[in-house]
């Protein structure tokens, strides 16, 4: 809330008056840990996608580089530079885990910020996500994205 720009008001001007404020206009659990279900359905199969993919990426450089009918100067350089490889890694990694991911931060960051009448008509993580498309469409689901990755994959590649 204190990066909304209609909420820099004195109540949200600290973590702590803010998260007291919350506390007390909305509860713990729907005020401080709204869309907390939507961050843990879209964290868990993310990170799972992250782990299968880069190991899958390193494994499939490794018999590429490895094949004795394969001479390159691209293959030389993976082989070689186990940085890139690892740069190149993470990067398709978190890539195809954002798939996941920006859905559910868009869920989650709409359940934090909403009034409880917007959070209601939600209801839960997939009927949030049904609403979302049916109003905006995949665009509304995915909206963030460059952002997202523009702020992820560097952090993850390393």
């Given amino acids: 809330r204190m990066q909304l720009k209609e909420s820099r008001t004195r109540l949200y001007n600290s973590i702590w008056t803010t998260s007291t404020a919350i506390v007390r206009e909305s509860g713990l659990r729907n005020g401080l840990y709204a869309g907390i279900g939507a961050v843990m359905m879209g964290s868990i199969p993310t990170n799972a996608i992250v782990f299968s993919v880069y190991h899958t990426f ?39 885990a954002l798939t996941v991911y920006v859905p559910s931060e868009v869920i989650a960051k709409r359940m934090q910020v909403s009034s409880t009448e917007v959070r209601s008509q939600y209801g839960n993580f997939v009927n949030a996500v049904r609403v979302i498309y049916r109003i905006e469409g995949m665009r509304g689901v995915y909206s963030g994205t460059s952002s997202t990755v523009l702020r992820d994959v560097p952090y993850t590649a390393f």
Avoid: K
């Fill in 58 to 96: 390193r494994s499939s450089v490794q018999r590429f580089t490895l094949d004795p009918g394969l001479v390159g100067d691209t293959a030389r350089m993976l082989n070689s530079n186990s940085m890139l490889t690892d740069f190149l890694g993470g990067s398709v990694a978190e890539i195809v």
